[in-house]
Structures are given as structure tokens and as C-alpha cells.
């Protein structure tokens, strides 16, 4: 089994056995000539006003410098070539090496850092865990411990919803993907999960650079991830050693009995840590943040409101995913989606090299007006009525890389709305600040946590 200190070693990226093609920047698209650092920390820091000052100053097409490795990242918007990247050979558009900085924390048996046939592999084996019949399937553990969540607020009193989110999301991951009920190994895992989610940008970098793996908030970062570690490793070991996991239904239970077709053999526990943790980073805070955001402007107005109420009330669920889905539109979670050529590419007629990266930019093909007409509005109905149209709404990515756990997160997020709306009106705080975003590791969150004050109906 692979060590915490030998995974993190070996997955930062100046480390990596694999070296990176050299670019010459000249046969790439426009970008400032800032240093390689100061675009990174404007990526990695003030995205959400760097990206739109990059399409106003370059246009539709502009490469970007960043940290680690000095990697060339040429950004795309619009859907036709969104379109073009998430179709690309998978054996040239290559997700994992895109996704590379999440290494050292996820691990390389990752799903998101996987590509060609291991990727094939990966997929196939955790599909069954994330099918519809799946999903169905964990629909009342959901709802379940939603209702018990909701049902722990106070009337009256201003509170950040963002932070009761993550506290939600987090028992549904270690109940429904882990399958930990045990209230002590759950009080294991919660402050060690909390601390995996709760860096800054700067400690996430930090990761990649094995000479700050051993300093300060690097050292203590680490220090969290080994415990970490050895919590999920005993909570396999054990699993390992029950004889009823036909008979659970929690996705860990289900990986645990899944076999690869060609050498009938299951998923080593390293590999079941990587896809654990993946899961764990990647449906927790992104799916929190989404939901805060959905209740921050369903409280901001009275008319978004009743009708999310009344849809809340009908069991219309439908109405209730497109609450989400407006969310994850207007508040971007993730900035982009990034693909890494391993051949030369062509996209949008730009002749791109091997070594450079594409991504297509999630917060400009959100809030393109042409894609989305009076994109500043937060109206729901759009996703009902046919207006938003392929590769213009990409929280999950897209292609054969769509987030393997997409119509999980959607479910868990109507579930939750549900439980939410048929028990409390939702309002903001009397003379509460607009909300902005800032970046917490890789994700955007409320600034302030989406305070809301709640009044049972």
C-alpha cells in the first residue's frame, strides 16, 4: 500500500516522470506578458473578474501562463468550440494530465486524473455505483438525513447556509458513498474531511511543489491528509471483512463487489482510497456550494420564492432541479475544464501544439448573453422552456468525462430544496450585502456563506 508522504511526492507535478512537451508561445493565441505567477494567483484568486478582463481585453479566444510548470492554457467559450474539446480523441484530449494539480490529494488511481484505457477501466467499474437504479436507490438516505438537518435550524435567526450545506452534503457522502453509519469513525472523518476541503488556494498550489510539502501549513496540510488515509484504509479493511455487502447499498459496498471484465479482478484498496476521495472532494463542497446559492436567491426574491415553494409542495421536481441548475449557472462553482494535447489539435481553427492545454471556461459560457439572454437574472425557467442549448451549461464537464456523479448531485440538490422549502419560507437578512464569490482551494463560495433566516411555513 501507497504511503500519504509517497503519493503526494510522486504526484507533484516537478516531480512527475512524465515530462511536458516544450510550446513556443507564438503559435498560440494572445495573452498577456505578466508573469507566470501573478496569472496564476489571477486564476487561482480573483477568477471571477480575471477571465471576464481577459475575454473583454483579447476576445473569444486568449491563452493564459500558469503555476505549476509554467503550463500554456488556451480558454474557450463559446459552445461550437466547448463542443470541439469535449469531442476530441480522448487519446489526444487528455483529461487527467488537464486535471494534473489535483494529484497529490486524490491520488493517481483518480477517475479525474486517469486517461485512455485506465480511464475506460475506472469508468466502467464505478459506473454501476451512479446508474439510475443507483440513484433511486439512495434517494432516502437523502431525503432522510436532510429532513433531520432542517429540522435543527432556528426561526428567526440570521445563519450561513453554506456552512449547514457542507455539513449536510458531508453526512450524505459518508453515509451513501462511504457507508459509514458508526458515530465514532464518523467523528473520525468529519474534522479530517473539513480540513482536506478548508485550504486556501496557495496551500492547494503548495501541494504540487515537493519542497514546500514539508513547511508550515504545507506540513500541517499533509499531516491531515495522513490521517486521513488511514481512517479510509481501515474503514476498507473492515468493509473488506463483512459478508452482507450484496445486501448494502452504499456505493464503497458496491465498489467492493464490482469486477474488471478481462482479469476478474476488483479494485485494489489504494485504488478504492483514490476514487473515495475523488468522490468525497468532488460531490461535497461543489454540490454545498450550489445549494447555498440556490437558497441565497431564493431568498433575495419574493416571486423566485413562491414558486419554488409551490413546486416544493406539488412534487415538482422537475422546477426544483432547475432552481439548482439556474445556481450552478449564475454562481459558478469551477472555473473551467481543462484538456491537455498529447498531439497536435486544431480547435476553432487555431492549429494548437502538442503540450498545450484547452479549456473550455465555465464562468464565460455562463454569463455569455448571446447563450443566455439577460444572463444576470436568476430565472429558472429557462431550463424549462428550451433555451439553454448544448455546451452552454457545463458544470459537469462534458463528453466522455462528464462527471460520473452529476445525476447523483442533482438528485442529492432537489432532495435537499424539497425538505428545505416544504418546511421553512426562506428570506435573506434585513440589509444583507450583495453576495460575491471568493475561491476556497479550487471551488467558489458565498464570500459570506449565503446567510439566510428561515420561518416555518
Not at 503519493?7 to 498577456?32: C, E, I, K, N, Y
Given at each position: 500500500?501507497?504511503?500519504t508522504?509517497?503519493?503526494?511526492a ?7 516522470t512524465q515530462?511536458?512537451?516544450?510550446v513556443?508561445?507564438?503559435?498560440l493565441?494572445p495573452?498577456?506578458?505578466?508573469p507566470?505567477?501573478l496569472?496564476s494567483i ?6 471571477h473578474a ?12 486568449f491563452?493564459?501562463r500558469v503555476?505549476p ?11 461550437e468550440?466547448v ?10 484530449f487528455?483529461a487527467?494530465k ?5 494529484g ?5 488511481h483518480s ?8 480511464h475506460?477501466r ?6 454501476p455505483?451512479f ?5 433511486r ?6 431525503t ?7 429540522a ?16 449536510l ?9 462511504f457507508?459509514?453509519t458508526?458515530?465514532?469513525r464518523l467523528?473520525?472523518?468529519r474534522?479530517?474531511v473539513?480540513r482536506?476541503?478548508?485550504?486556501s ?5 503548495g501541494?504540487?511543489?515537493a519542497r514546500?510539502?514539508?513547511l ?13 488515509d488511514?481512517?479510509i484504509?481501515?474503514?476498507i479493511t473492515?468493509?473488506?471483512?463483512r459478508?452482507?455487502l ?5 456505493v ?13 479482478e476488483g479494485?485494489?484498496?489504494d ?5 473515495l ?6 460531490g ?17 426574491d ?6 419554488a415553494r ?5 412534487g415538482?421536481?422537475e ?12 454562481h459558478?462553482v469551477?472555473?473551467?475544464v481543462?484538456r ?18 484547452v ?7 455562463h454569463?455569455?448573453?448571446e447563450?443566455h439572454?439577460?444572463?444576470l437574472a436568476?430565472?429558472p ?11 452552454t451549461w457545463?458544470p459537469?464537464?462534458?463528453?466522455v468525462?462528464r ?32 453576495e460575491?464569490?471568493?475561491?476556497r ?7 459570506r ?9
Amino acid at each position: 500500500m501507497t504511503t500519504t508522504e509517497e503519493r503526494m511526492a510522486r504526484m507533484a507535478l516537478p516531480v512527475a516522470t512524465q515530462r511536458r512537451a516544450a510550446v513556443d508561445p507564438s503559435t498560440l493565441p494572445p495573452g498577456p506578458g505578466w508573469p507566470t505567477i501573478l496569472q496564476s494567483i489571477g486564476l487561482l484568486r480573483f477568477r471571477h473578474a480575471f477571465i471576464p478582463w481577459m475575454h473583454r481585453r483579447y476576445g473569444d479566444t486568449f491563452t493564459i501562463r500558469v503555476l505549476p510548470q509554467r503550463r500554456y492554457v488556451v480558454v474557450f467559450h463559446r459552445p461550437e468550440h466547448v463542443k470541439e474539446i469535449f469531442a476530441g480523441d480522448p487519446e489526444v484530449f487528455h483529461a487527467g494530465k488537464g486535471n494534473a494539480i489535483l494529484g497529490p490529494v486524490m491520488g493517481e488511481h483518480s477517475l479525474l486524473l486517469v486517461d485512455s484505457a485506465q480511464h475506460k477501466r475506472a469508468r466502467k467499474m464505478l459506473m454501476p455505483a451512479f446508474n439510475a437504479s443507483a440513484i433511486r436507490s439512495y434517494r432516502s438516505v437523502v431525503t432522510g438525513l436532510a429532513k433531520a438537518e432542517v429540522a435543527s435550524w432556528r426561526e428567526g435567526v440570521p445563519f450561513a447556509s453554506l456552512e449547514r450545506m457542507n455539513a449536510l452534503t458531508l453526512e450524505v457522502i459518508l453515509q451513501v458513498v462511504f457507508g459509514v453509519t458508526d458515530e465514532r469513525r464518523l467523528g473520525e472523518l468529519r474534522p479530517l474531511v473539513n480540513r482536506t476541503v478548508n485550504v486556501s488556494p496557495a496551500v492547494f498550489l503548495g501541494y504540487n511543489f515537493a519542497r514546500l510539502q514539508k513547511l508550515g501549513p504545507w506540513r500541517r496540510a499533509i499531516e491531515n491528509q495522513v490521517e486521513l488515509d488511514r481512517v479510509i484504509h481501515a474503514e476498507i479493511t473492515d468493509r473488506r471483512t463483512r459478508t452482507d455487502l450484496d445486501e448494502r447499498s452504499d456505493v464503497l459496498s458496491r465498489l467492493l463487489l464490482v469486477r474488471d471484465e478481462t482479469t476478474g479482478e476488483g479494485l485494489a484498496d489504494d485504488e478504492l482510497r483514490d476514487q473515495l476521495v475523488t468522490l468525497l472532494l468532488a460531490g461535497h463542497e461543489t454540490t454545498a456550494t450550489a445549494l447555498s446559492w440556490a437558497l441565497h436567491e431564493i431568498g433575495k426574491d419574493a416571486a423566485v420564492a413562491q414558486r419554488a415553494r409551490q413546486a416544493a409542495s406539488e412534487g415538482d421536481d422537475e422546477h426544483l432541479e432547475a432552481v439548482l441548475k439556474e445556481a450552478m449557472r449564475l454562481h459558478p462553482v469551477i472555473p473551467m475544464v481543462v484538456r491537455h494535447l498529447m498531439a497536435p489539435a486544431t480547435v476553432a481553427g487555431i492549429d494548437l501544439p502538442r503540450g498545450a492545454n484547452v479549456a473550455a471556461s465555465i464562468i464565460l459560457a455562463h454569463e455569455s448573453e448571446e447563450s443566455h439572454p439577460d444572463h444576470l437574472a436568476f430565472r429558472p425557467e429557462r431550463f424549462l422552456e428550451g433555451e439553454v442549448h448544448p455546451n452552454t451549461w457545463i458544470p459537469f464537464g462534458g463528453g466522455v468525462r462528464r462527471c460520473i456523479g452529476a445525476g447523483f448531485s442533482l438528485m442529492e440538490g432537489v432532495a435537499v430544496l424539497r425538505e428545505v422549502l416544504t418546511t421553512y419560507d426562506v428570506t435573506l437578512p434585513a440589509g444583507e450585502p450583495a453576495e460575491r464569490p471568493k475561491v476556497r482551494n479550487i471551488t467558489s463560495v458565498p464570500r459570506r456563506g449565503a446567510r439566510i433566516v428561515v420561518r416555518r411555513r
